[in-house]
């Protein structure tokens, strides 16, 4: 049994997309994190290239490390396990990250986790909110994801209640910025611009909002019906030689969106005697998403657990609390020579 005095410290790996992300936690206490972004490169493209993706974590993964061992104030044997990131993302980045994290553990004797990067944003939480309840409903939506999760045990048992069929959140409102012509990456862009529109100026559709679509998927979402709306209101206002309305087009767009969201998460929540709503994931930092969520759990009684922004993007500490859980729960670790997985499932942990 791990007493307090014995909190296991995990260094974990983040290396899915075009942050290097490395942290180090003692139990559920972070003692540091530190990210690397590539971002800036990718903007001229309009859009992430894995090549310079995968270069800038080579560069960036020893600088990080060294960094986050020296602002901790630890060494590299005091480390207990590593957690790094296995899937779901690019293959190349995941690559170097899982690369690096291997030969560590090698060297050092000691554990290796490759974890869910998805469920690591809903892990994250635990460092700022404290313990899980015995289960609760997972909401991630990010770039890639919109998904609903049946969270029994954060570590073993993860249930999927359903997801996007198309388009996720974060990738339809990177689109609909492109659309306006804002800049990469365009979903901060219009979660501002939303904030000084009128929500209802526009009467977007809600995906899968027919009753059949709601009996059939139920804890589904869809997004592009809703993106090709957006385009077709666009396009037709520039035929007439009309000024766009950004403002009112993204805050109309926005709550179509969150509306979706929202609606499921909670009723998910319901339908499976929940008290507990965990979000994670980039798009969790929208302002819309987060005001409405807390409005309709209100009503509910549920209580709503969101992880500060800074964790809301990709970041080491998602992995080291995800490998936490995991350490603590007496898991097997990653064979070596594990092979990350670009499409890792939700239900799926660890590798």
Known sequence: MITEKKQPLILGVESTCDETGLALVRGHELLVDRTASSMDQHARYGGIIPEIASRAHLE?????????????GVALADIDAIACSA???????????NCGAKSLASALGIPLYGVNHVIGHLAVDQLVDGPFPEKFIGLVVSGGHSNLLLVND???????????????????????????GLPYPGGPHVDRQGQQGNPQAI???????RAKDRETHR???SFSGLKTAVARYIESLQKEGRE????????????????????KAIAACVAHDCDTLVIGGGFSANSRLRSLLQERAAKESITVRMPPLRYCTDNGAQIAALGVNL??????????????????PLTVTHI
Request: glycine share 10%; net charge negative; with cysteine.
């Open 60 to 72: 960036s993964f020893l600088p990080a490390l060294d960094s986050a061992l020296e602002e901790a």
């Open 87 to 97: 899937g779901p993302g690019l293959i190349g980045s995941l690559t170097v990250g």
């Open 154 to 180: 954060i570590a073993t048992d993860i249930v999927e209640l359903g997801g996007t069929l198309d388009d996720a959140a974060g990738e339809a409102f990177d689109k609909v910025g492109r659309l306006l």
């Open 203 to 209: 009467a977007f559709p809600r995906g899968l909002s």
């Open 219 to 221: 804890w589904d979402f």
């Open 244 to 263: 766009l309305p950004v403002a009112d087009i993204c805050a109309s767009f926005s709550e179509a969106v969150n509306d979706s969201l929202t609606a």
């Open 327 to 344: 350490y603590r729960a007496g898991v097997s670790p990653s064979s070596l020579d594990f092979s990350p997985d670009s499409s890792m």
